[in-house]
């Protein structure tokens, strides 16, 4: 069975463009996770949506960053503008039922120059 | 300011040698997970706790949970180079956000 797929695996951009990195979660998990991974901050959630509605948004950084869940097998996490410090490792990650284990993706590197 | 503490947050340490990881907090956690996270891959449960006092073992790897639910503990006997990797503690919390909240992570490099 796929895992969690996650598109791009990288991604070097320059400050001020938008990113869209891409999430498709484990069929038949019902919760979808964004997070963000950096040396100094470790793993920060970002935003999670349940049956494809977005509960918590509250670790998002900024307006510049947004997240889509428009069906259960495709979610977006854009960032408009980009700035360097928005350089990390996205993780989309899914689980079935709340509290559960968590399947992670194997990440997006987003480099802003 | 980490909900959750980890320590040490790096560790050296030869092939055979015995560690122990730790993850505290002043919250109580209704369940804890503990995951491993190896270079350009995203992490990997290992195991859930969710009594107090538990006691968990995986192979080399044994896991506790406090009597209070607010820490938690990795023990590993006799480290291999598999071993080697970002051990991350996760809580579930008893109250407020439903979500996991994550540890500052332990990077645990093991030297053959």
């Known amino acids: 069975d796929a895992g969690v797929i996650q598109s791009p695996r990288h991604e070097v951009t320059e400050m001020g463009q938008e990113v869209t990195l891409r999430c498709k979660p484990i069929?038949?998990?019902?919760?979808l996770f964004w997070y963000r991974q950096t040396m100094m901050r470790g793993l920060e959630l970002l935003i999670y949506?349940?049956?494809?509605?977005?509960?918590?948004d509250s670790g998002m950084p900024e307006d510049r960053f947004s997240a889509k869940m428009p069906n259960a097998s495709f979610s977006t996490l854009k960032i408009q503008p980009s700035e360097p410090r928005d350089s990390a490792v996205y993780f989309c990650a899914s689980s079935f039922g709340q509290g559960n284990e968590q399947y992670f993706g194997p990440g997006t590197r987003l480099t802003v120059t | 300011t980490q909900l959750l503490e980890q320590s040490p947050q790096f560790l050296s340490i030869q092939e055979g040698e015995n560690l122990t990881v730790y993850c505290n907090s002043s919250?109580?956690?209704?369940?804890l997970q503990w995951y491993r996270q190896e270079p350009g891959e995203g992490p990997v449960l290992l195991v859930t706790?969710?009594?107090?006092?538990e006691v968990k073992k995986l192979k080399r790897l044994t896991f506790q949970f406090g009597d209070a639910r607010k820490d938690s503990s990795l023990h590993i006997t006799a480290a291999q180079p598999g071993d080697t990797g970002l051990y991350l503690c996760?809580?579930?919390?008893?109250?407020?956000?439903?979500?996991?909240?994550f540890g500052s992570g332990t990077r645990l490099q093991v030297q053959p």
């Open positions: 949506f349940n049956n494809n509605v977005p509960i918590d």
């Open positions: 069929s038949g998990h019902d919760y």
């Open positions: 996760a809580g579930l919390m008893d109250t407020g956000r439903r979500a996991l909240t």
């Open positions: 706790v969710v009594t107090g006092g």
């Open positions: 919250s109580v956690f209704s369940s």
